[in-house]
Every structure is written in structure tokens, then in C-alpha cells.
């Protein structure tokens, strides 16, 4: 594919439920990120993998987020027992290097909309 | 956390006009990205500056980085509608290897 692609584009679930978001990263781009960006903020980090291995998860807000990467490809971020406040859009980037080097373009999804009711 | 600050958070203006938007942090910064949202959209990546004082063009848009590399501001000269949208500069510093976002600019361009 062309680009970074996101399943679902939109997803409502009840309060309690479980949900897992898709990204297919850029073929051949080693790093993947997740962001969340609630309405009128900016993105905000949640977890980075370096291939199969979460390199960095300290953006995780508690233990009932989890992304996993088994293949080095495609990326399933996990929400246990959703809260309302977990409503927001979900993005995916990935990138050839690590977003701290410089002049390294995170290329994004069009993102996942949560909402939870 | 290295944070970015942006301003105005909103601005509406009629098409032809200029406008400059700013990004700001206490923090150095080794290099900005200003990116561009549009509603249902994920964000692109518009310039990258390094360089403190580097001054960079894109067609009517131009990217400065402050000389103590700590500001960036983003110049649109004669704006058209097809530049709408949330505008979002980031640097080095979301997550050990990420990028840290400003709550964005959001930007509308009336006929």
C-alpha cells in the first residue's frame, strides 16, 4: 500500500467493552508509533515499536492499553474495559528511523475515531 | 517533557490576506517539523527545520526557526481556502524516539 492504513475508520462501543485498532504500516518502515489525539489537542505519544519489540510504552495511560507488533509489520493496539474518556481519535505513524533523528518524517494514518457510549 | 506552545489557537481570516502563526517552548529544541491536519486526516509533514535562524519556503508558506532554536513561525502570504486546517508543529521528545506535538493551530480561510 501506498500508505499508512487504519481499521476501523470508525469504531462506537459500549462502556466495558473491549476494542483493538488495526495500523498497517509503510512496507519496509522499522518504527511504528501510536498517538491519541483528543478534540482541539495535539497528538499525544502512547507506545513505539522498533520492530517486533516496544522500544518505549511509557505514554500508555494505565495497564488497560496494550499494542502489540508480532511480525514487525502490523500493529493491534488493545483497550480492555473502555471508558468514556478513552473517546478519541487514534493515529498510527511509522517512520524509516526513530522520530528523534533529525530530518526522520513520521507519515500517519488517517486515524481511528473512538467513541465510547 | 519539552512542551509547545501555539498561537493563536484559533484564526480565521478571509482569503488573500497574511497570517503568522508561532510555536513556542522554554526548551532547545534540535529541530522543529511544522505538519498539517485536515479534518478526518492524519497529520503531513509540511518543512523541517535544524538550524537556528534557518528560514525555509513553500510556495506562499515560510518556516523560520529562532535563533536560540527554543521558537519556530510559520508566514502565510495571500491565503487561499485550501489551506484550512489545524496546523502542528513537534520536535524530538514524545517518548524516548518520538515526537512531541503542540496543540495546534486551527486555521480557516473564508472565500
Known amino acids: 500500500g501506498a500508505g499508512v492504513s487504519q481499521t476501523p475508520s470508525n469504531k462506537v462501543t459500549e462502556k466495558g467493552k473491549y476494542v483493538e485498532l488495526r495500523c498497517d504500516p509503510i512496507?519496509?518502515?522499522?518504527?511504528l508509533y501510536w498517538y491519541r489525539q483528543s478534540l482541539g489537542q495535539g497528538p499525544e505519544f502512547l507506545i513505539y515499536f522498533q520492530g517486533t519489540g516496544a522500544a518505549d510504552d511509557s505514554g500508555l495511560p494505565n495497564d488497560r492499553f496494550f499494542a502489540v507488533r508480532p511480525e514487525g509489520s502490523v500493529s493491534t493496539l488493545k483497550i480492555q474495559r473502555t471508558e468514556r474518556g478513552d473517546s478519541a481519535v487514534y493515529l498510527c505513524?511509522?517512520?524509516?528511523?526513530?522520530?528523534?533523528?533529525?530530518?526522520?518524517?513520521?507519515?500517519f494514518g488517517q486515524g481511528t475515531r473512538l467513541t465510547v457510549v | 517533557t519539552q512542551l509547545l506552545e501555539q498561537s493563536p489557537q484559533f484564526l480565521s481570516i478571509q482569503e488573500g490576506e497574511n497570517l503568522t502563526v508561532y510555536c513556542n517552548s522554554s526548551s532547545v529544541f534540535s529541530s522543529l517539523q511544522w505538519y498539517r491536519q485536515e479534518p478526518g486526516e492524519g497529520p503531513v509533514l509540511l518543512v523541517t527545520?535544524?538550524?537556528?535562524?534557518e528560514v525555509k519556503k513553500l510556495k506562499r508558506l515560510t518556516f523560520q526557526f529562532g535563533d536560540a532554536r527554543k521558537d519556530s513561525s510559520l508566514h502565510i502570504t495571500a491565503a487561499q481556502p485550501g489551506d484550512t486546517g489545524l496546523y502542528l508543529c513537534?520536535?524530538?521528545?514524545?517518548?524516548?524516539?518520538?515526537?512531541?506535538f503542540g496543540k495546534g493551530t486551527h486555521l480557516i480561510i473564508q472565500p
Open positions: 505513524a511509522s517512520s524509516p528511523g526513530h522520530l528523534g533523528q533529525v530530518n526522520t518524517e513520521a507519515f
Open positions: 527545520v535544524v538550524t537556528g535562524g
Open positions: 513537534a520536535g524530538p521528545g514524545g517518548g524516548a524516539d518520538g515526537l512531541t
Open positions: 512496507s519496509g518502515h522499522t518504527a
